[in-house]
Structure formats: C-alpha cells, structure tokens
C-alpha cells in the first residue's frame, strides 16, 4: 500500500480479468464468428457463408419443436417451483398454530427445510439417474405404485404424451428446496410485528401471504424468475440423460438441438454456433424483460 493503492488493484484485478476474457469473453466472441461458417468442427477449413446458417435456422422444424418446448419450461418452471416454493417456506415459517406466542412456523421446519434442500447436494446426473429408475417402466418405484392401486402402468419416459413433463417435473423437484430455503431466508427478514398486526386483524393465511409476503418478497421473487427463465432456457442435461429428446423428439430443447448438431453424425459446428447465438439473445432478452416487467416501487421496512 506504501505504492499507493492503484499498484495493488491492478495486481488483484487484472489477472482474474484477463482469465475471464480468455475462458469466457473469448470462446463468446468465437462462437458468433464461427455462425457465420460452414466449419465441421474437425476440418481446416470454414469458409464464411454470411448469415446462411440463421436462414436455414429459421426454416429447421426441429429447433422450432425445441423452442416450443423450451417456451414451455419457460411458463411453467418459474411457475411452478416459485409457487410450491412460497407456499412450503410460508408453511415453514408461520404455518404453525397462531396463538399468544404469535406467528410461528410448523413443528420440526428445520428438519423439512433440510429435507427440501436435499436435492441440491446431488448432482444433476445422479438425479437423471435416479429418476430414469423411478420412472423405469418394467421395475420402476412409479409404476409399482401404479400397478398396486390398479391403474394402467404406462412406460413413461418412452411415450411421447409423458416423457417432456415427466423431465419438467424432475426439474421441477430438483429446483424447488433452493427456492423454499431462499424464501424463508427472507421471510425471517420480515419483523414479526407485521405479522402479529395481521393476525389481530384476523387475516387468513392466504391473505397474508398475498398482501403482506410477497409484496415484501418481491425482489426475491423477481430474482428466483430470472433464475428459473435461464434454467428453463437449458435444460440440457436433464433432458440430455434421460430421455435425449425423444421419443420421436418430444422432449427436445434447444440444448440438445445445439449438442447433437455439433457433436452428432453430421458435426455441422457453424449451425450449431448459430443456434448457440440465438440462445444467447434469448436469454439476455427473457432476462431483460422479466427485470422490466416485475419492476415495481420498493418497500421500504423502517
């Protein structure tokens, strides 16, 4: 510091700077390069071929199907887990008996929350895994359960009508104990002083939740959205190790659209960068307006 303190920020922050622009800023700058040739990945040569790749693109029925899939998890990831989220970390934390102790949550929460958060210390593929075997259809835990209470026994991974939402509902059970610990993080921010207030109005859980929770949890709530938009504009390795877009590529998303066409039989890396380019304006522009859209005046707790 006896140097002044330029010396030392310029030793601390230019080479994780310079790491970053090599390993990230650099491969970004590639890829849109590369979109715009028809390079086969192992050959020497990529001639340019201008924006022929986003016009062949824009007529590809298969991406098109992994779109519509992805505007699918789109809706109802966020949906869903944002929803069970909220309601599992309100129950957690204020779903217990109202009573002279005021508002607390329901007995033993520390073992529930433990138990919600369980599936984000395994890794994705041990879920793909484990799913594949409960989805099994000849031994699977589902289907014994089917079969024991006298309903049909589909092979639900291998049916095109099942196998897209049987991924979104692993997704789904994969993603929401983050949410529910993330949740109830800032609900105990919130003073219990509003809560008792509400409680000696005599308001239902359900409008507490709607007029007091969320309002105060917005910008959590907005932040779990952006999250969850991006994961569903993936979705790749879920998809990638259970079903790899079939049956018939009925769980297609754009992941595994990108993946089997740089790495498939016909090695085309230049249409793949391309569609790697569109998911990369995709998800800025979900990201941008899902900040737009749940932009709102702040709260402020004094």
């Not at 310079?18 to 028809?38: G, R």
Request: hydrophobic share 55%.
């Amino acid at each position: 510091m006896k140097h002044g303190k330029y010396p030392l920020i310029v030793t601390f922050l230019v080479p994780p700077l310079l790491l970053y622009v090599v390993f990230v800023v650099s491969p970004y700058l590639q890829a849109f390069q590369i979109s715009t040739t028809d390079w086969l990945g192992y050959s020497a040569e990529a001639n340019p071929v201008g924006l022929a790749n986003f016009r062949a693109m824009w007529h590809d029925e298969y991406v098109w199907n992994a779109l519509k899939n992805n505007a699918i998890l789109l809706v109802v990831l966020p949906v869903l887990t944002i929803v069970f989220g909220l309601f599992f970390a309100t129950m957690l934390s204020m779903g217990g008996r109202r009573g002279r102790a005021g508002v607390t949550g329901v007995r033993g929460s520390a073992f529930y929350r433990t138990v919600y958060f369980f599936p984000q210390v395994l890794s994705v593929v041990i879920i793909a895994a484990l799913w594949k075997e409960v989805y099994q259809p000849n031994a699977g835990l589902l289907n014994g359960i089917m079969r024991a209470v006298g309903l049909p026994a589909p092979p639900w991974l291998g049916d095109p009508r099942f196998a897209f939402w049987c991924v979104l509902a692993v997704m789904v059970w994969a993603n929401v104990g983050f949410y529910v610990v993330l949740f109830g993080a800032a609900m105990s921010a919130i003073p219990r002083e509003i809560y008792e207030a509400v409680l000696l109005d005599g308001a239902s859980r359900w409008a507490t939740l709607r007029r007091i929770t969320i309002p105060l949890l917005w910008d959590t709530v907005q932040v779990a959205w952006i999250y969850l938009a991006i994961a569903a504009l993936d979705g790749f390795i879920l998809v990638q190790l259970m079903t790899n877009g079939g049956p018939n590529f009925s769980s297609d998303v754009i992941g595994v659209r990108l993946y089997d066409t740089a790495f498939g039989s016909e090695t085309k890396f230049g249409y793949a960068s391309a569609i790697g380019v569109v998911m990369f304006f995709l998800t800025l522009s979900v990201a941008v307006l899902a900040l737009r859209v749940g932009r709102r005046e702040r709260i402020e707790l004094s």
